[in-house]
């Protein structure tokens, strides 16, 4: 098992940052691949960004150039620096992970509250 807590969400300003962090326990091991998903009222949930079990990072075209995803290994630790946040971003964001099994196991967090408004 492996849980995951998200944090850092909150409300911003158009052209403004917020930092996700997303804390994991339980039976994780480096080389899982681990993201942030997001899910807009209305919407499907999407993928924000990742990292694949080999390290690769990906992002999701509406994100690129503005957004960071970094993991530290040390800490089980999953971030994503946000800036030039716009309205557009708006959404729940969930960290998850999965286990490199078949079928994988898919584990979520409970999700973080990110607004952008004026």
């Known amino acids: 098992q492996v849980q995951l807590v998200e944090s850092g969400g909150g409300l911003a300003q158009p052209g403004g940052s917020l930092r996700l962090s997303c804390a994991a326990s339980?039976?994780?091991?480096?080389?899982?691949?681990m993201g942030w998903c997001r899910q807009a009222p209305g919407k499907q949930r999407e993928l924000v960004a990742d990292f694949t079990s080999g390290g690769i990072t990906n992002y999701a075209d509406s994100v690129k150039g503005r957004f960071t995803v970094s993991r530290d290994n040390a800490k089980n630790t999953l971030s994503l620096q946000m800036n030039n946040l716009n309205p557009e971003d708006t959404a729940v964001y969930y960290c998850?992970?999965?286990?490199?099994?078949?079928?994988?196991?898919?584990?979520w967090g409970q999700g973080t509250q990110v607004t952008v408004s004026s």
């Open positions: 339980g039976r994780i091991f480096n080389f899982y691949p």
């Open positions: 998850n992970t999965r286990t490199l099994t078949v079928p994988p196991e898919i584990y």
